[in-house]
Nanobody, 124 residues
Framework: QLQLVESGGGLVQAGGSLRLSCAASGRTFSWYVTGWFRQAPGKEREFVASITRRGGSTYYADSVKGRFTISRDNAKNTVYLQMNGLKPEDTAVYYC?????????????????WGQGTQVTVSS
């Protein structure tokens, strides 16, 4: 069983930056593709970014492309989401997800393991 724990959320002004971290334990992290998703109040959980097992390929939602960067350090069993140029519409609970797959998809249903989430609030 893979466990995921997110950290790094908080309150930031529009235009600011945050770096989220997701620490994995319980299994060999490099076996898993990982992704970040977010869910705002009253909305469905949506894809933000994903990364392949060795970090060779990354994928982004159009809404964050050019502002967010996903990366991973398999030696530290951690995946990161660097968020720059934050906007009030980025306010949401951010979730880390992982799956033993070879494809870093954008679908929530493709990910088996999920963290508990970390709140990101961007004030205008």
């Amino acid at each position: 069983q893979l466990q995921l724990v997110e950290s790094g959320g908080g309150l930031v002004q529009a235009g600011g930056s945050l770096r989220l971290s997701c620490a994995a334990s319980g299994r060999t992290f490099s076996w898993y593709v990982t992704g970040w998703f977010r869910q705002a109040p009253g909305k469905e959980r949506e894809f933000v970014a994903s990364i392949t097992r060795r970090g060779g390929s990354t994928y982004y939602a159009d809404s964050v492309k050019g502002r967010f960067t996903i990366s991973r350090d398999n030696a530290k069993n951690t995946v990161y989401l660097q968020m720059n140029g934050l906007k009030p519409e980025d306010t949401a609970v951010y979730y880390c997800a992982a799956d033993r797959s070879t494809i870093a998809t954008m679908r929530t249903s493709d990910y088996e393991y999920w963290g508990q989430g970390t709140q990101v609030t961007v004030s205008s």
